[in-house]
């Protein structure tokens, strides 16, 4: 909120903080206002003063210029060279005067123009960019009139010599959105007293009957707590008096005419919003305030139509009739004040906050009126200070005379004497942890407006009584907020003490071991990123092409993406369901910029809704800390953290000939092993039988889909052709994704244990299978594990071939196989060995047709 | 009988020889024949010990001595031969295996944490020694997490102060980490000091504002807890966490769910107070807000607010990271170009 420090100065005396604005921004910030900035208006305006032409010359040497000798008061002269037409002999005008920088960044020195020396310049209003308000926009340089000063800087005498703060006003300070509110603070910061008002009207007519009646339907009553309806007769609209068009334009509000501008500088004045009705476009004379119905049309002030929904709160010319403004938010355009207008009706009212809230957000208009009755406007104080005010603005400026007959109506518990709450000086000492005297409570309390009175039965505890604006102040532990705010938070002292004693439970485990496999990636050697959770539903959508199908193979999850009611934009409108989508786009940015490597990971939360029946108010526990909420719309919200890995370009620019693995195979083992050490749990990958079981978005031949305890987890593979053809993308770029829902659910991340490990070496075995193309390897080491159970210790495969020896459609696969005896105390004989051997001999030639290559 | 004088020039002339042919060899194989010609057991040194069968018997020993002595020289002889020319080989051999060992390798693939977690896990390494204990909670809440457990109701202005994203008409993203607190008051009992940390949401984006970004605060609640405590363990925080004496200043402010509420600044940890561009040359940065917990907070979750009081305080993590790391553009962090991360290993 903009604040004027002239104006400001009205209320309390602050001139001396005029040539440091910044001291007390500072004294305002430190007690909870904001000072956001400040805003010199004098500052274009230095060595620019009002002057006097003695004498005017034809320029010796230029026809279209004159030399004039220009008095700025105290007998000193200036020539000045000046193009201008308009100003003779004795005419004050603007003397910009060397050093001046005027606001359109113009500098003024001393130069000489044809010859002749010129120590200045004549202004025109275009130069000040200033708007005179004038019907015809002035030529020539600014001809002011006999009364101006000499010598007076132009600042204050055009009533620019002021400082405007913007103010960051916290929700809970109302009281402080206008200038009284903000002067009343700063008499208590300062300890310095209000000035009286001197716009106190009491000249009402009884002759003047006022003509409307007031109908507050009871229904409308909890959302209207006051109402003051005040009829003018004989109004004359005007443009406003120039000292009211500069006061509201300097805040940032556009000159209408007297009236309109009287009710808008009565609201910045006293916090009060005040609308004027032209009393005779009213039409009936009963002034009803009720509810909305549902398609009620409405046009407001600035031309905009509006279809009103049901129960917004309207002001209306009688039942079911025309709505004449939309309570505490906007006029209607037909009822507004015109040039033709002769009879007011003021409108002074108090909404209910909840209800202004609702219906601004609801039709979208936000406007000073409704930002003020949102955070609520002063019931008590407020209004008499606004209806008195503006009263005396209206009488003076538009001659109006005021019907003493004032319609008004205020609900009961509207003006409830404020509650006394009860503080002791113990409290606020345990509070803020300072000692604190019994005076200086009452002296800050007292400072903002409270009434004070003590206990008769404990001498340490008080009563204080809020004053009627400071509405927010509820309770003890405000008080001792206003305590500690007005005597300074620089008194609060640094202990820990308590703060200490106390043992700790211990973190929650999903951190924990989300933490570890953080730590397992990166030693693995990928970089963590931390992408956002939006994504474009059409996007993934295109991208998964089968929602029900990646739910599957991700895990058990049974409802659809979750959309943002109110997203940004359609590209970031739903939460990811999976981590790919964005995980791919990643790669591809990082392509574009000439990435040509590299190899990334997130861990992060997927979701979706889940369409398990609700069975109480309890969200399902998914496991520590996994999954979601769950509330009266009886949707309930799955969040499962997922690992994420992708890999793109080539390996390493080796000057040596390594042979190269292929990228998936590369991902392949930093995830196993990554998972492996994170959690003891060997995943597996497996090819569906069926092709269309793999995501959508990898190569249907390099791709698989990740297992755990048989249950689909996860995918990994290669990019599909298709994507990497839309993105003009050549190195390889491989992806793997699971969920770790299954992880964290089981105990089984426990902490490791020390195994005594066999001193003997391994005994080894090579095999070398020919075997089908269309057999993996992860079917050979199924039926090895099956048959050697825990005494095959490790398994290399160390050669692949295929070629002339091979028959074709076949490929030779060469093991080498780990054996040890379970325990230690058994030595495996070769007998034994060579039994096994040939089981496993016998169950790959009948389970997948494996014949061993003859030695 | 034979003398020894007799027998001694055959020994000297075999010594010669012998050392001879040791000397002249160059490679093993050379000099191992030395080794089998002249002292195997068929060799002239075996032979001349032989002897001993011509001499007397009390020049037996003598003679046994005197071949003795040669044989143990040519041994020693021999085997420094054979060190001399090990050491030769083995030079030969690492000059033949001669490798420019400026020339690259194979560079190992160095993983990295994004700045985010490195701030998160430090900030969670310090609250820890101050006996904070880590909680998560879900990124969908309902109003009456988000919103009404703490002060602020529906149509209440405060919640201008955080543009919300809805998923239903009761269920929000997160606008911040403090539904964590109220979990926790739900379940857990008291005292309790915990903290909580996760994304946040807010349908705000500019050049400042991310819509999905951190948070991390802390929430103790115990039978007399105060403002001073408060400002105790954020300085100690601010020290930790910029490794220097960095002072802090509380500036009063609002949040619905504490009361007194303050903003904190710290000295700005660049210029440590003396001004720069980071602090605008105030020499003080805003770090976070805090406060002690308003009573209604406490009663929304049926906690005797007449017995329990808490103080909460809670910080933006790409904030923090931002100052830490001196990142000039906060959409850099959801960015995770490559060239940005692995400045972080």
């Not at chain 2, 054979?82 to 690492?94: A, H, N, T, V, W």
């Amino acid at each position: 909120m903009k604040i004027s420090l002239n104006w400001i100065n009205e209320f309390v005396e602050i001139h001396d903080y005029m040539t440091k604005p910044q001291e007390l921004a500072q004294i305002l910030t430190f007690a909870g206002l904001e000072v956001e900035s400040i805003e010199d208006k004098s500052k274009n305006y230095n060595h620019v003063v009002v002057g006097l032409i003695l004498d005017k010359k034809p320029h010796p040497e230029a026809d279209k210029l004159s030399v004039c000798q220009v008095t700025t008061g105290q007998g000193v002269v200036h020539q000045i060279v000046c193009g201008a037409k308009n100003h003779k002999t004795n005419d004050r005008v603007v003397v910009a005067l060397p050093g001046a920088e005027l606001p359109n960044g113009m500098k003024i020195g001393e130069a000489v123009l044809r010859n002749v020396p010129s120590k200045g310049m004549l202004c025109s209003f275009d130069e000040l960019m200033i708007d005179p308000h004038l019907p015809e926009k002035p030529q020539g340089i600014v001809i002011l009139p006999e009364q101006a000063a000499l010598g007076q800087p132009f600042s204050e005498y055009w009533g620019l010599d002021d400082i405007i703060f913007e103010l960051k006003v916290t929700p809970n300070r109302a009281d402080c959105l206008s200038h009284l509110g903000l002067a009343r603070e700063l008499a208590a910061l300062l300890d310095r007293p209000l000035k009286e008002n001197t716009n106190v009207f009491t000249n009402y007519s009884e002759e003047i009957k006022n003509p409307f009646s007031i109908d507050l339907p009871l229904n409308a009553e909890a959302d209207c707590q006051a109402y003051q309806g005040i009829y003018l007769k004989d109004v004359t609209v005007t443009p406003s008096p120039d000292w009211l068009k500069k006061r509201i334009e300097v805040l940032g509000f556009k000159s209408i005419n007297n009236v309109v501008d009287i009710t808008n500088y009565i609201m910045l004045e006293t916090g009060q919003p005040m609308h004027a009705f032209d009393a005779k476009k009213i039409g009936h004379e009963q002034v009803v305030i009720r509810h909305s119905e549902e398609g009620e049309p409405f046009t407001s002030l600035d031309g905009q139509n509006y279809i009103l929904p049901q129960g917004a709160l309207v002001i209306s010319n009688k039942l079911q009739g025309d709505v004449l403004a939309i309570a505490g938010i906007i006029g209607g355009k037909d009822f507004s004040v015109t040039p033709e207008t002769d009879s007011l009706f003021l409108e002074i009212a108090n909404f209910n906050t909840s209800q202004i809230r609702k219906t601004s957000r609801k039709l979208g208009i936000q406007t000073e009126s409704a930002y003020r009755f949102s955070r609520g406007v002063d019931l008590g104080v407020g209004a008499k200070e606004a209806l008195t005010r503006a009263c005396f603005l209206l009488a003076k400026y538009t001659g109006a005379k005021i019907s003493s007959d004032i319609k008004s109506f205020s609900s009961q518990s509207a003006f409830k004497a404020p509650a006394k709450i009860a503080l002791s000086v113990s409290f606020a000492q345990q509070k803020l942890g300072f000692k604190i005297e019994f005076d200086q409570i009452e002296d800050v309390l007292k400072r903002i407006g409270c009434l004070f009175s003590k206990d008769d039965s404990d001498a340490q505890t008080f009563w204080v009584t809020p004053p009627s604006w400071r509405f927010d102040i509820e309770a003890d532990v405000d008080l001792v907020e206003e305590v500690g705010r007005l005597i300074g938070y620089d008194k609060i002292p640094e202990t820990l003490g308590s703060a200490l004693n106390l043992v700790p439970t211990g973190h929650q485990s999903e951190y924990l071991q989300i933490t570890r496999l953080t730590d397992k990636c990166v030693q693995a050697g990928l970089c963590q990123v931390l992408n956002s959770v939006f994504v474009s539903q059409v996007k993934e959508q295109a991208f998964t092409n089968d929602q029900s199908l990646m739910n599957n193979l991700l895990g058990q999850r049974l409802g659809g993406p979750v959309y943002l009611i109110n997203p940004l934009s359609n590209e970031e409108n739903q939460l990811r369901t999976l981590l790919t989508l964005k995980m791919a786009d990643l790669v591809v940015q990082n392509l574009r910029q000439g990435v040509t490597k590299g190899q990334l990971f997130e861990i992060g939360s997927c979701v979706t809704q889940s369409s398990i029946a609700s069975a109480g108010p309890q969200a399902p526990i998914v496991g520590s800390g996994v999954g979601g909420g769950m509330g009266a719309d009886s949707v309930t919200y799955l969040e499962i953290p997922h690992l994420s890995l992708a890999l793109w370009g080539k390996p390493v620019q080796a000057w040596l000939n390594e042979p190269e693995i292929p990228p998936v195979l590369r991902l392949k083992e930093i995830l196993f092993s990554s998972i492996q050490s994170w959690s003891g749990i060997n995943i597996q990958v497996k090819k569906p039988s069926d092709r269309s079981l793999l995501p959508a978005f990898l190569h249907k031949g390099q791709s698989a889909l990740i297992y755990y305890n048989n249950q689909s987890i996860g995918f990994i593979g290669a990019m599909h052709p298709l994507w990497m053809e839309e993105n003009k993308i050549r190195e390889p770029v491989v992806v793997a994704e699971l969920s770790l829902k299954n992880f964290l659910l089981d105990s089984q991340i426990e902490e490791k244990k020390f195994m005594p490990f066999i001193k003997r070496p391994l005994v080894e075995r090579d095999l070398a299978l020919i075997l089908g193309k269309n057999k993996t390897s992860q079917e050979v080491l199924d039926i090895m594990s099956a048959v050697f159970g825990p005494i095959l210790q490790n398994v290399e495969l160390f050669d692949i071939y295929e070629g002339e020896k091979v028959p074709e459609g076949y490929r030779q696969l060469a093991y080498r196989l780990g054996l040890q005896a379970e325990q230690n105390l058994k030595i495996m004989t070769d007998i034994e060995i060579n039994a096994l051997i040939q089981q496993l001999i016998t169950q790959l030639k009948n389970e997948l047709g494996a014949q061993l290559r003859e030695a | 009988m034979t003398t020894i004088e007799q027998l001694k020039p055959q020994l000297e002339a075999l010594r010669e020889d012998i050392l001879n042919a040791i000397a002249l060899s160059k490679t093993r194989p050379v000099l191992y024949d030395v080794k089998v010609k002249y002292f195997g057991k068929s060799g002239p040194l075996t032979a001349l010990m032989k002897e001993t069968g011509k001499l007397s018997s009390d020049l037996k020993p003598l003679w046994g001595q005197l071949v003795n002595s040669l044989m143990q020289e040519v041994q020693n002889n021999y085997a420094q031969k054979e060190e001399q020319i090990k050491q030769i080989e083995i030079e030969e051999l690492m000059s033949a295996q001669e490798l420019d060992v400026t020339l690259s390798g194979v560079k190992p693939p160095m993983g990295t944490y994004h700045p985010l977690t490195i701030v998160t896990q430090q900030i969670v390494a310090i609250l820890s020694r101050l006996g904070y204990s880590l909680r998560l909670g879900p990124i969908i809440e309902s109003d009456f997490y988000n919103f009404e457990a703490l002060n602020i109701a529906e149509n209440h202005p405060a919640r201008e102060m955080q543009d919300t994203f809805f998923v239903g008409p009761k269920h929000v993203l997160r606008t911040h980490t403090s539904p964590i607190q109220i979990h926790s008051l739900e379940k857990e009992s008291l005292p309790l000091k915990v903290m909580g940390t996760g994304g946040v949401f807010r349908c705000d984006s500019d050049i400042s504002h991310l819509p999905h970004f951190h948070q991390i605060e802390g929430l103790y609640v115990a039978e007399q807890v105060s403002m001073a405590d408060l400002k105790g363990t954020i300085r100690f925080f601010v020290k930790e966490f910029f490794a220097k004496d960095l002072k802090i200043r509380f500036r009063p402010s609002y949040f619905p769910f504490t009361e007194p509420s303050a903003e904190v600044d710290c000295q700005c940890p660049i210029c440590q107070g003396k001004g720069c561009s980071l602090c605008k040359q105030t020499g003080w940065i805003e770090i976070g807000g805090c406060g002690l917990v308003n009573p209604k907070v406490l009663e929304s979750v049926h906690v005797d607010s007449k017995r329990w009081q808490g103080f909460a305080f809670g910080f933006g993590i790409e904030r923090m990271a931002m100052i830490k790391y001196h990142i000039g553009d906060i959409r850099l962090l959801p960015e995770n170009d490559l060239r940005f991360l692995k400045q972080f290993s």
